[in-house]
């Protein structure tokens, strides 16, 4: 089955916010083919479901390190009267059970399906940092050998101490 939208459009538009992989109102509407207006709607009608790990409001400061950072906003970002909403990866999952349709399906097993993709490439980080630090520990140690050896030849010598006074050689 050819996908609906390339997982890497969709990996572009997950967001590091609050320590959070999130996605932004905006780019979620823009995928589901609604007005962001009203996946909003459907939100507020639902909020039960919609707990604080789920989404949370933008700040006027995030809202303006976003807008400086996409130095001009493709996805209509701009020109909104409240701050934006952003989703976790659950309350993406959250959002299929509100926007009832087939596209919504669909578009979040993609959605889904990016997530893992980056768990999986953090996690794949992670472990190679660890292997990194792993062997880094280890030619310490080895090296370390090598450093004290070359400290010990750059001490210099001690002078040979010469007995004061004058001294004559031995007739043989």
């Not at 992989?21 to 459907?42: C, F, I």
């Amino acid at each position: 089955m050819k996908a609906l939208i390339p997982v890497e459009m969709i990996e572009k538009k997950v967001l590091m916010i609050r320590g959070e992989k999130v996605m932004l109102d905006s780019d979620l509407a823009e995928l589901y083919g609604v007005p962001t207006r009203r996946l909003n709607e459907q939100v507020r009608r639902n909020i039960s479901r919609f707990h604080d790990d789920f989404m949370f409001q933008l700040t006027s400061e995030e809202t303006e390190n976003l807008r400086s950072q996409f130095a001009t906003s493709s996805s209509g970002h701009g020109g909104r009267r409240y701050l934006p909403y952003v989703f976790t990866e659950q309350g993406v999952a959250m959002l299929s059970s509100v926007l009832n349709s087939e596209r919504a399906i669909e578009v979040n097993i993609h959605i889904m399906r990016a997530f893992v993709k980056l768990r999986e490439m953090v996690a794949s980080h992670k472990d190679l940092a660890k292997r990194f630090d792993d062997l880094e520990k280890k030619y310490d140690a080895q090296f370390k050998v090598v450093f004290d050896a070359i400290r010990q030849l750059m001490i210099p010598p001690e002078p040979k101490k010469r007995k004061i006074g004058f001294w004559r050689e031995k007739d043989e």
